[in-house]
């Protein structure tokens, strides 16, 4: 195997794990939190969380993707992307606490006041981070990221469960944050050597490159939480918040899988973009292992919500059984969305992607806006539809750019999502069958019987048909370091 591909499969392995314990952790502060505070209290969490979330997006330089892209980075560079990001940052900021007693009247909630006045501070703290840490990606080094990574989930946790537990108050989640982003602040700077000073040396050719990346965030940003803009504004509070806590959970297979699993392949996709079908086939080995590991989970989100709500929010959270399972659909979508977008990203096609972008939050806005009258559930069904549509043309311009065959693609993750479906409707019959009812902990008996049949299913599909092709050696390769790195780790400690 090269030398790249084994770096890949290390740094794959380094964010699976990282990711892993964050997950852990975070689950274990979302099965407490939503039994100590209300659907309500969960709303004023996502207002502050929303326009977070717009200002880091209008504050996105694109300076990681021009570093990590860039055939031969100096350390002006790194510390001009640094500079830009802390000019920019600190004028959103302002703009921001101008803003906030005017968007409290808007929402008519006068709490908002000093939540958004302590969130806004998250975007100072995040502006002042190492750009070493960009540097660690580009190399593919990922062992001292993880560290921080860990690091900043523990301390995020502790203090979130500790204020949770004597406030009850949702001011928890608040300083929990505070405290997240200012963990990975200091560490970035202890894990690298690298010291950024003000310097605009390179800013055009970073803004050249950066540009279409900015206004492309921006639309993109719109367009995946239009959904939530919409509701904050024409559903209640208590709907607001049940569909903030039910998506967040609906996307973490994306965020703290998906991504780690392939954010390394995807790194490799920009030095083999010179040659296509090396290019087609590192494209196509993240395809296939991002529809290995979303689908059974989007399935299962899809047939068994009531158990899964049940489980990590408790039984007060019935509101959210429809929700989670059009959001499932959504998943997959930003799963698949994340690699194509990125591939196209590699092969320069920036502004052919922003347009697009355009072109489909202006149909988004218009489909949902039109639904703003419906029932919460079927206002969602119209997000996930109009989602699937949306990853059905980003598919076909990929095809236009790089001549990959969608087919052959297809042909790949048909036999998996046949398998989960299955699993599912026999897991289905069965819990029929047995009458079992619905409780914190039904989750467990279910999610272990669709597992058992689906899991060796797919196993002996992987050695027996999928080991044809490159994308299943692939696989097996990540199962087999996975599993040797395990067995090592036992022994050692054995």
């Known amino acids: ?61 694109g300076s990681e993707s021009y570093i990590i892209h860039k055939d031969d980075v100096a350390p002006s560079d790194l510390s001009t992307a640094w500079t830009i990001d802390m000019i920019i940052k600190s ?19 006068q709490r908002l006041v000093p939540v958004l006045y302590a969130t806004s501070s998250i975007l100072l703290i995040n502006a002042l981070k190492s750009p070493g840490l960009i540097a660690l990606k580009r190399q593919l080094d990922y062992r001292r990221i993880f560290f921080v990574m860990i690091s900043q989930k523990v301390c995020a946790f502790t203090v979130t469960l500790s204020i949770a537990l004597t406030t009850e108050s949702y001011w928890a989640l608040i ?15 202890l894990i690298h050597p690298f010291r950024p000073r ?3 040396a390179n800013w055009r050719n970073q803004w050249r490159f950066s540009k279409w990346i900015l206004f492309r965030a921006s639309v993109g940003f719109s367009k995946s ?38 954010e390394p392949l995807l790194a490799s996709l920009s030095r083999a973009r010179n040659n296509m079908p090396e290019f087609n086939q590192q494209l196509s080995k993240a395809i296939f292992v991002i529809n290995s590991i979303i689908m059974p989970i989007a399935v299962f989100m899809c047939f068994f919500p009531d158990h899964i709500i049940n489980f990590f929010f408790g039984a007060k959270w019935t509101v959210a059984y429809p929700m989670l399972p059009p959001l499932a659909i959504v998943l997959a979508t930003i799963a698949f969305g994340q690699v194509i977008n990125q591939a ?61 065959r969608i087919l052959r693609l297809a042909a790949l993750i048909s036999p998996t999502i ?53 994308e299943g050696v692939f696989a097996l390769k990540i199962l087999k370091n996975t599993t040797a790195g395990i067995r090592g780790r036992v022994s050692r400690k054995i």
């Open 1 to 61: 195997m090269s030398t790249t591909a084994n770096r890949v499969l290390k740094s794959s392995a380094f964010l699976l794990m990282a990711k892993g314990v964050q997950r852990s952790i975070g689950l274990v502060s979302i099965l407490v939190l939503a039994r100590i505070l209300t659907p309500d209290d969960f709303s004023i969490v996502a207002i502050s969380a929303l326009l977070l979330y717009f200002c880091e997006t209008l504050a996105a330089t």
């Open 91 to 109: 004028v959103i900021f302002l703009l921001l606490v101008i803003a906030i007693p005017f968007i409290a009247d808007f929402y008519e909630d």
């Open 175 to 189: 300083i929990g944050d505070i405290t997240s982003a200012s963990v990975l602040c200091l560490g970035s700077y």
């Open 198 to 200: 003000p310097c605009l």
């Open 225 to 262: 939480q239009m959904d939530s803009l919409l509701i904050s504004k024409f559903f209640s509070a208590q709907e607001l918040g049940a569909f903030y806590m039910t998506k967040n959970l609906s996307v973490l297979p994306s965020t703290d899988i998906i991504g780690p699993a392939v």
């Open 344 to 404: 196209i990203l590699s092969l320069g096609r920036v502004r052919a992607l922003f347009i697009f972008e355009i072109i489909g939050l202006l149909t988004l806005a218009i489909a949902l806006f039109l639904s703003r009258d419906m029932e919460i559930k079927h206002f969602i069904e119209v997000r996930a539809m109009f989602a699937v549509a949306l990853v059905t043309g980003i598919t076909a311009f990929l095809r236009y750019c790089t001549g990959i």
């Open 418 to 470: 046949i398998l989960t479906v299955l699993a599912a409707w026999l897991t289905g019959k069965v819990e029929i069958l047995l009458s079992s009812n619905v409780h914190s902990l039904s989750v467990f008996p279910v999610a272990s019987l669709y597992f058992a049949l689906f899991i060796p299913a797919f196993l002996l599909t992987l050695v027996t048909f999928y080991s044809r092709f490159d």
